[in-house]
């Protein structure tokens, strides 16, 4: 290391986002000194215009369709009408309690926050406004941004990001969204939930693309009931703006209107213009290719988050950002394993896995050495009770460990937790069904699948 200057910091971390912050607070807890730098506000995407506010919109909804629906639970109940700027402040509010007890935490650890745009100068050198921060290590964790297609600007008042999505004061009569996957159909449903009519555009053949198939075809199952129209196999060719909204053309030679356009197509990696590539940092259309340590090709600095190939998700950005400063402080912790990353799409029914998905482990595998078995929810009590539909379904190694859990239904994305510890610890289905399951939960369903997996199904039909 003869060759890096004077460090002023152990860690210099540029980007305050999920993996950014988490990996400040646990260089700072492993007594690290840390500078963390940040243009905009601590927590990032995921905190002021992701994770959060969406699901909390999300959950809005839910409070719509529970009052529109009450009648079915033989409640008299009715929904007036979608206040929202109500809606809005709520959101606000849940942010606005985590973003103050983000930058308390931030500061009771003795973390050096920097507020500006920043740059890496040098290879261990961030600068921010003039002032040069030397790290011994550096830490890229600049995020993403929303991607569009070419020839498609967005407006910010027709044609939106998700981000500006989230601050209409209205709720569109007609939505266009383009793009079937995880923004697309989270947006969809919170939208329809609101009153919307909404139509969502997907390229591919099926909705949320990277699930199971079997998940993609029970929401859309679930959507045709909710009245989401959606077109798959559909790519987008145009956009007009019209008097009172847009209008779409699709390859396929249809037209649709309506008063606006979500797009969500991806997001993009946000390091263009930070200097990375000039400090000889290997990368790939802009995202910064690291190994399985997250260490980029220039000693002592590491990539985490949303700049990382892979999934782009706030917990896997999270661990990473754990992970490099367990690194860093030399605790020489254990890679992560990407396929056991948890999943959670938050529409409504939730679409929820972990591990591979059955065409993934036939493909790793062999079509011979790999078994599934689908528990359907109709079996499950908690699951009647909250009225919705859908499955849990297990992959596994034939003789061997469970591989992938796939999941559809409300409220599944809660027992994400014990999938994941299933997967992630190798178990057996004969190691899962012994384990007693409250009842009535819908954790139950996962407990009968193994019993089933196992060879020994109770509430199954064999
Ligand atoms: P995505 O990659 O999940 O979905 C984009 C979709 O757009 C794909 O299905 C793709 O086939 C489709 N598409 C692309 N070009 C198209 C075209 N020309 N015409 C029609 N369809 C087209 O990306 P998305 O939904 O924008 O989300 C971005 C990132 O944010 C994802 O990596 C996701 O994991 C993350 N995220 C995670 C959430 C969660 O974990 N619950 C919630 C929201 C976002």
New binding site residues.
Partial sequence: MADQPDAGFDVVVLGGGSGGYACALRAAQLGLSVALVEKDKLGGTCLHR??IP?KALLHAGEVADTARDGHEFGIKSSLDGVDMSGVNSYLDGVVSRLYKGLQGLIKSRGITVVEGAGRLVAPHRVEVDGQGYDGRNVVLASGSYTKS?RGLPIDGERVLSSEDALRLDYVPERAIV???????V?FASAWTSLGSRVTI????PRLV??EDDASSKALERAFRKRKIAFKTG???KGLDKTASGVSVTTESGETLEADVLLV????GPATEGLGFEGQGIEMDRGFVLVDERLRTKVEGVYAVGDIVPG???AHRGFQQGVFVAEQVAGLNPTPIDEAGIP????CEPEVASVGLNEEQAVREYGADSVESLTYDLGGNGKSQILRTQGFIKLVRRTDGPVVGVHMVGTRVGELIGEAQLIYNWEAYPDDVAPLVHMHPTQNEALGEAHLALAGKPLHAHS
């Fill in positions: 992701g994770c969406t297609l383009l793009g079937g996957g995880v923004i697309g989270e555009l997907e390229a591919l693309p990277a559909t790519p987008f969500a197509v991806g997001r999934q782009q998700l999943r959670v799409t938050y």
